[in-house]
């Protein structure tokens, strides 16, 4: 994005490429969106795309890729075993992070499942800035627990703090003194926090845990699927980066941890995922598994065109130009929302604009998934899908009890140069329609509730008709598209 001043004194994200192929989009009328989130038992998840006009469901796997990625693809190379491919991919991992081993993976789950196999165990805790869903479901399955140790600011919706990805060193400090560095399978910073609003962390913090892991003899792990969004809030946010160019940022964040993972779905604008180390004892016990779970070292479980293609996008990562768009478009919508009143999260993050349902619709106990209900009542009303962020990815604790989320938040992703600035204004028109009637929105209740994950397949029901009365309310006023 370029700071080009507009004429009229007016600030908009201006994008830095333009779209050379392009998808079709629809958008069906009103009583088949409620016939749509009636089907897909009120959970965007299950939605299909044809009934969804902007899919702001997220941005992994989704993101629009370059067409020097697409040009990639031609040349992969899909020998099953030592490919030249995987060699390019390898080069470029060693090149950016500075670390000598690479072990593909076929996505950010599956380096989490390895990593949790080979480090956590019955018993021990891994502290974080924030858990992420998947991530969490992993050391749980391995016995283990999470502890979470953000800063206070990190779950205050509304905030001028730049950095509310960051770890509280404190309570780092107080946590591995109080329980022993022999419990802590490892600390986990998650660049880009995303269950509270894809919330940055600054270099100086991520250094101070550094320190603090270095004392006790722990070993630390970066998640850096949403990296790319906080290299460009370093860049933006922290007085002494500014000077540095994204490349060396990376570099400095990179040098500070001992593993690195990531989605490539998210980081590179491709599919698959990957892990990164310089420790050869750590390389040689994550690679055991990687034969067993993924497919052999030089694919991963992933398609040699998507390695191509990630090898290109995380090259491209490097460019200012190409990672500030997500960031620009969010900090519009997310600023244009809060002039009208409607309450988000703020600072604007990464990944996307996220609506705080407790606040949006604070008629509706957690008990009854007010992010979820708001998700839902978002699709009737406009055809764009989000998702729920809340007590519903929360899931239950071992008694089988709701484990109340501390935030409820609708998160409209917006994937990196997918949607354009008529997409947003449209949505913010309908978010404010909604906002207008969000009496009328009621509570959910599961019909079909999964053990694990249950956000992504679990199937609800409204508590009430108040979808047909919102649908009908809505093409009263606006018409049946
Ligand atoms: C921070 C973070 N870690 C891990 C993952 C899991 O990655 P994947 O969806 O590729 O399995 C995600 C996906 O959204 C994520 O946002």
């Known amino acids: 994005m370029k700071e080009s001043k507009l004429f009229s004194g007016q600030r908009i994200p201006l994008e830095m490429h333009k779209p050379k192929i392009v998808q079709k989009l629809s958008l069906v009328p009103t009583e088949r969106r409620l016939q749509a989130i009636k089907e897909a038992g009120f959970n965007t998840f299950l939605l299909k795309n044809g009934d969804v006009f902007l899919d702001m469901l ?3 796997g989704v993101n629009a890729m370059s067409d020097r990625q697409q040009a990639a693809m031609m040349v992969a190379d899909d020998s099953y ?15 950016l992070f ?10 950010g789950r599956a380096c989490e499942n390895i990593l949790s196999q080979v480090l956590v165990h019955p018993g021990s ?12 479901a992993h050391v749980v399955l391995n016995g283990g627990t999470v502890e979470e140790l953000p800063i206070a600011e990190a779950l205050q919706t509304t905030s001028d703090h730049p950095f509310k990805g960051n770890m509280d060193l404190g309570r780092l400090k107080a946590f591995i003194g109080e329980h022993g560095s022999e419990k802590i399978a490892f600390v986990r910073m998650e660049a880009g926090t995303n269950l509270i609003g894809g919330q940055p962390f600054s270099l100086g913090n991520l250094a101070g845990v550094r320190d603090i892991c270095d004392a006790y003899g722990v070993l630390l792990v970066l998640d850096a699927s949403l990296l790319a969004d906080n290299l460009y809030f370093i860049k933006r946010r922290e007085v002494k980066c500014q000077g540095l160019s994204i490349r060396e940022i990376t570099r400095r964040i990179c040098d500070l941890v001992d593993v690195l993972y990531f989605s490539g779905r998210k980081l590179g604008c491709a599919r698959g995922g990957g892990l ?17 779970y993924e497919g ?16 290109v996008g995380l090259e491209e990562t490097m460019d200012e130009d190409m990672i500030n768009q997500a960031p620009e478009f969010i900090d519009y919508m997310v600023n244009e929302l809060e002039k009208l009143g409607i309450p988000v999260v703020t600072p604007p993050g990464g ?3 996220h609506i705080n349902a407790k606040e949006f619709v604070d008629h509706i106990p957690q008990s009854q998934y007010p992010a979820c209900a708001l998700a839902a009542a978002l699709y009737i009303v ?5 998702m729920e962020r809340g007590t519903l990815s929360e899931g239950r604790d071992e008694e089988g009890n709701e484990s109340l989320a501390d935030l409820e938040l609708v998160r409209l992703a917006l994937p990196r140069r997918v949607y354009t600035l008529s997409h947003v204004k449209y949505t913010i028109d309908r978010i404010t329609w909604l906002y207008e009637h969000r009496q009328m929105i009621g509570g959910l209740t599961f019909v079909d509730e999964p053990k694990t994950l249950r956000f992504f397949l679990g199937r609800l029901d409204a508590l009430s008709d108040w979808p047909e009365r919102l649908g009908k309310k809505f093409e009263s006023d606006l018409g049946r598209i």
């Open 98 to 107: 500075g670390m000598q081993h690479f072990l593909p993976a076929h996505q």
């Open 58 to 60: 997220t941005d992994s």
């Open 125 to 136: 805790v891994v502290v974080t800035n924030y858990h992420f869903t998947t991530t969490k």
């Open 351 to 353: 990944l996307g604009c």
């Open 276 to 292: 990164c180390t310089n420790r050869d004892d750590l390389f040689v016990s994550l690679r055991e598994l990687i034969p067993l």
């Open 296 to 311: 052999f070292l030089t694919y991963g479980g992933m398609s040699v065109r998507e390695m191509e293609a990630m090898a």
């Open 81 to 95: 075993a030592g490919s030249r491919t995987f060699t390019r991919l390898e080069r470029t991992c060693q090149d």
């Open 382 to 386: 406009s055809g764009v899908r989000g």
